[in-house]
């Protein structure tokens, strides 16, 4: 059998994983492990093949000596996995859409298409894009996500493919947690696999668990070799899950030194933001910024957008809200994209200029037509919420009314998201809600108890303190003083310096007694 073309039947030695790929159970991985073991490459043998970084000794490589079949020479990626049904035309295009995937940079999804059609049955070509749709978390992108999950499942898969093509069945069914279960024991096996890496982070930050980023990557970190082609990348993340685990300063140094490697990569840029946004170093952050500008502002960075609104932010720390409110007129509605996850960056940041007293004219109406048919009330918590500002803000208070229906169908379902869309999901919305209203004390109590899982929405933590944000706010408003003047001096004592927060004590100790 070649290492191309359409699946066989069940004397197919790749059958049986195929068949068992949906199970995630330890009886599962271990019988893959066995089975495995006697035909594929171990990590120690493919990490030997990497202490050459030559490109032209790559693509073409001889199956390991042990395998139990004959095979043809079978293509590789530049980090050395086997790739079924590719060619080295194919491969030179699928490299270039994985190095865009993992930097946020570059035409991932043309280049995984460019790849397909110099090979038809390359089947990572189709699991590459459906891994850049499925994690848009949009409801369109997931179908497309699904279809080429499909499509995959028709070629010849290898160990490797077929692990992928596991966890994406579980994320475009919504199983995320499933899907990074998947992930995580394949990383164990594969710890070169960026594709997997990446698809793990995204997943994982979509459940609120960015602290497995680094602890999975730091597991694989030994096993690279710093002149190893996307050991940036790596490194990259793992800065990123020590910033969200809290650990700012070896954050800050690894991404420094990854954001050296990498100039162009989304991720160090943005991990240093973040330890400058949790610090209160506002005025580094907006340095750092401008020095590198001209890397992270290019029309090839897909996600500058969120460049731009951690910049908006440190403006926001300086109490430069005109400032904030022109990179949301500017940069912001320029870079945006239709998906969900693009357009919550312009809704965090206009909603707070909003509780600011900030005069947000036709901006809201404007978002809002942007959100319709992004966020479902079934796909994503996160970007319901955000949908439901925008929606509420520009005066659209039925939308929210039907989003809310959607949600509470959506928690009574078998779905992955059910307990969070009930627990947490939904009584956010209804605070939301009652803050538009002026019902800030129904807000208040709403969002008080919520606030100890608010971690499960995903997302990081600059990107959820919107919502404690709103809670704080909603309590001076209510006339909480020892609600507000507790949750500003929980705020002042990470950033003491920031105007917002100085703002929320002076209004809450305004309040009589
Ligand atoms: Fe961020």
Redesign the pocket.
């Given at each position: 059998m070649g290492c191309s073309g359409k699946r066989g039947g069940n004397d197919d030695p790749s059958f049986i994983y195929l068949g068992a790929i949906q199970s995630t159970s330890p009886l599962f991985w271990s019988s893959l492990w066995a089975v495995s073991r006697s035909r594929f490459r171990p990590i120690r043998r493919a990490f030997s093949c990497f202490s050459s970084t030559s490109t032209d000794r790559r693509h073409v490589r001889k199956r390991p000596v042990n395998a139990r079949h004959s095979f043809a020479a079978m293509t590789q990626d530049v980090q050395g996995h086997d790739l079924s049904g590719a060619t080295t035309e194919a491969v030179t295009a699928y490299d270039q859409a994985v190095r865009a995937f993992n930097l946020v940079h570059g035409n991932a999804v043309g280049l995984f298409e460019e790849a397909s059609q110099a090979a038809p049955d390359f089947a990572m070509a189709y699991l590459g894009k459906a891994w850049v749709f499925a994690l848009a978390n949009d409801p369109g992108l997931m179908t497309e996500a699904k279809a080429l999950v499909e499509t995959a499942g028709s070629l010849m898969l290898n160990e490797r493919e077929q692990a992928h093509r596991a966890a994406l069945t579980h994320l475009v069914q919504g199983s995320r947690a499933a899907a990074v279960a998947v992930l995580d024991r394949h990383l164990m096996r594969y710890p070169f696999d960026l594709v997997a890496h990446q698809g793990a982070a995204v997943t994982d930050g979509f459940l609120g668990r960015f602290p497995w980023v680094r602890d999975r990557s730091a597991r694989a970190l030994p096993f690279w070799s710093k002149d190893q082609p996307g050991y940036g990348t790596l490194l990259a993340m793992h800065g990123f899950g020590l910033e969200e685990a809290g650990d700012y300063t070896r954050a800050e140094d690894e991404s420094r030194a990854a954001a050296e490697l990498e100039p162009l990569s989304f991720w160090p840029h943005?991990t240093v933001?973040?330890v400058m946004e949790m610090t209160g170093r506002p005025e580094d952050g907006l340095g750092w910024m401008a020095a590198r500008e001209a890397l992270w502002s290019s029309p090839g960075h897909m996600n500058q957008v969120?460049i731009w609104?951690?910049k908006a932010l440190f403006h926001l720390e300086l109490g430069q809200h005109h400032a904030a409110l022109a990179i949301y007129d500017g940069p912001i509605r320029a870079t945006q994209r239709p998906v969900a996850l693009s357009l919550t960056n312009a809704t965090a940041l206009l909603w707070r200029l909003d509780t600011l007293g900030c005069d947000i004219g036709a901006r809201w109406r404007d978002l809002a037509a942007s959100w319709q048919g992004h966020a479902d009330g079934k796909c994503l918590v996160f970007t319901d919420i955000h949908a439901a500002m925008a929606e509420l803000r520009s005066g659209q208070e039925a939308l929210v009314e039907r989003r809310l229906q959607a949600m509470r169908e959506a928690s009574a379902t078998t779905i992955e998201a059910a307990g969070l869309y009930r627990t947490v999901g939904i009584p956010i919305v209804e605070a939301l809600a009652a803050f538009h209203r002026g019902a800030y004390l129904e807000a208040v109590e709403l969002l008080l108890p919520v606030r100890f899982d608010l971690w499960r929405i995903g997302g990081?933590h600059?990107?959820r303190d919107v919502i404690d944000w709103t809670l704080t706010e909603a309590a001076v408003r209510a006339g909480q003083r020892d609600v507000a003047v507790s949750l500003a001096h929980e705020r002042l004592a990470t950033r003491s310096r920031s105007a917002p927060n100085r703002r929320f004590l002076r209004h809450a100790e305004a309040i009589p007694d």
């Open positions: 943005h933001a973040h969120h609104w951690h990081s600059a990107q």
